[in-house]
């Protein structure tokens, strides 16, 4: 037997030994008390319309300040990494990996409760400003990094014509050099998006209210006062409704990049 026929022997036992596996499990899973304990219709309607005018709108709100906190604080970060002053650069490596090598649920222990604490402060609108500059600072740490590389990722030719042609580094900076870094960094930008939108779920740690439950603390409750897996599969359809459509834009974005180089 020849090379090519043993491989094509081989990749036939593992189809079959796959189609095996799923005719097996379909046929011997106990099918009504699967549904019985993940998809119960008379527990998951009561959970509409506040599963999404409530939990899932919070959860997006708690993305998107995040996200421009941490979009802010990373390209203020990424330039600092890159400047010719010595300390800038220290501190932005300083910041950048302590926050990446932190759990980010230490992070939000310590804006939550540790610094308010200690200082004696006040972290302004509640359990959604605690939890969006958590996310934040830890957002910013790995936007950093993408910013950089996107800014290295331009030729340097365009900031040395930009300078020819009179202007100064921080104009050249913003008008020309940064603009083109943006177009190279969108993908994993999104893609950091959905990060932070699963990172949502560990907010319940700081305690909220009724009107702040983001979707993994809304189906939590929801699973507890029932008894019934029902709330942790409608939230797991939520999130995928959410995070599909844009895990799919990442993808044609990325294949829009590979098709313009």
Do not use: C
Not at 175 to 204: G, H, Y
């Amino acid at each position: 037997m020849n090379r090519r026929r043993r491989q094509r022997l081989v990749r036939g036992t593992l189809y079959g030994l796959f189609i095996l596996a799923v005719v097996s499990a379909l046929v011997l899973a106990d099918w009504p008390a699967i549904a019985r304990a993940f998809a119960n219709p008379e527990l998951a309607r009561e959970m509409f319309p506040d599963v999404i005018t409530v939990a899932a709108r919070n959860t997006i709100l708690y993305t998107a300040l995040s996200f421009a906190f941490g979009l802010v604080g990373g390209l203020v970060l990424a330039l600092m990494k890159i400047s010719p002053i010595r300390p800038y650069r220290w501190m932005a490596v300083a910041y950048i990996e302590l926050f990446r090598g932190l759990p980010a649920l230490v992070t939000i222990m310590a804006v939550g409760f540790v610094v308010p604490i200690a200082f004696d402060i006040t972290v302004p609108g509640g359990v959604l400003g605690k939890g969006s500059v958590a996310l934040g600072i830890v957002a910013a740490a790995y936007m950093a990094e993408t910013i950089r590389a996107g800014i290295e990722a331009v030729p340097k030719g365009q900031m040395e014509a930009a300078r020819s042609l009179g202007m100064s580094y921080s104009q050249a900076m913003a008008s020309i050099v940064l603009p083109q870094a943006f177009r190279i960094v969108v993908p994993p930008l999104t893609n950091e998006f959905v990060l932070l939108l699963k990172d949502t779920s560990l907010l319940f740690v700081l305690g909220t209210t009724p009107l702040t439950k983001e979707l993994f603390k809304f189906g939590r409750d929801a699973m507890s006062q029932n008894f019934n897996g029902t709330p942790l599969t409608v939230i797991a359809l939520v999130y995928l409704a959410i995070t599909l459509p844009l895990t799919q834009l990442v993808a044609r974005m990325e294949r829009r990049t590979a098709h313009a180089r």
